[in-house]
C-alpha cells in the first residue's frame, strides 16, 4: 500500500528547467522501484524515467536522456525529475508510478500510480 503525491508541474518556456517531485507514503517506500511516466493529449501514456531501489539503477527514454535527472531520497521518502532543457514536446501530464519489480520501462508492471502533475512547455 503506497501512497504518492506528484508536485512541481508548471509552465515553462522552451529551454527551461522544472523539477517534479513525488512524495511517497505508506509502506517500504526504500523497496520499491520508481517511474515516471507521461501523458500528452491525444497520445498514450509513455515511460520517461525509473529508479532502482537503491537509487543506483536509472534508466531513460532516448529523448530526455542527457536532460532529464532521475533521483530519490529515502529520507524524504520522495522522488524527482529534474528536467532540464525542456521542449514543447514535453509537455504531458507526469506521473509517478511505483512497483516492488526491479527496474522496468512497461507500464503494465507498475503497481501504484500519483494523480498526475501537467508539465506545460511553450514554444
Known amino acids: 500500500q503506497v501512497q504518492l503525491v506528484e508536485s512541481g508541474g508548471g509552465l515553462v518556456q522552451a529551454g527551461g528547467s522544472l523539477r517534479l517531485s513525488c512524495a511517497a507514503s505508506?509502506?517500504?517506500?526504500?523497496?520499491?522501484?520508481m517511474g515516471w511516466f507521461r501523458q500528452a493529449p491525444g497520445k498514450e501514456r509513455e515511460f520517461v524515467s525509473a529508479?532502482?531501489?537503491?537509487?543506483?539503477?536509472?534508466v531513460y527514454r532516448d529523448s530526455v536522456k542527457g536532460r532529464f535527472t532521475i533521483s530519490r531520497d529515502s529520507a524524504k521518502n520522495t522522488v524527482y525529475l529534474q528536467m532540464n532543457s525542456l521542449k514543447p514536446e514535453d509537455t504531458a501530464v507526469y506521473y509517478c508510478?511505483?512497483?516492488?519489480?526491479?527496474?522496468?520501462?512497461?507500464?503494465?508492471?507498475?503497481?501504484?500510480w500519483g494523480q498526475g502533475t501537467q508539465v506545460t512547455v511553450s514554444s
Open positions: 529508479i532502482g531501489w537503491r537509487g543506483g539503477t536509472t
Open positions: 508510478a511505483a512497483t516492488d519489480r526491479v527496474v522496468t520501462t512497461d507500464l503494465s508492471w507498475y503497481d501504484y
Open positions: 505508506g509502506r517500504a517506500f526504500s523497496s520499491y522501484t
